[in-house]
């Protein structure tokens, strides 16, 4: 057995792969833009605007605001 050779090869195949990592490593942080993609709807979407009991409310009219009689 060669062991020089064994390691030279060995050696080129690092090599190799650690240039492949680092290529896989580019894609995948030129991918991290944007939203990220939703996996199978775990969560229901959630509603736009206000809550629900947080809408301004109309106050019942007063018993002075029913006569039409101006209130000094």
Known sequence: ???GKILSE????????????????????AQRRGRLPSEGG????RKRGR??????RVMPPTAS???GSPVI
Do not use: H
């Not at 809550?51 to 301004?56: E, I, L, R, T, V």
């Open 42 to 45: 775990e969560e229901a979407p």
């Open 65 to 67: 605001a029913a006569t």
């Open 1 to 3: 057995m060669d062991f």
């Open 10 to 29: 060995l050696r080129q195949e690092k090599a190799a792969i650690e240039q492949a990592i680092l290529s896989i490593e580019k894609l995948a942080g």
């Open 51 to 56: 809550p629900k009991g947080s809408k301004n």
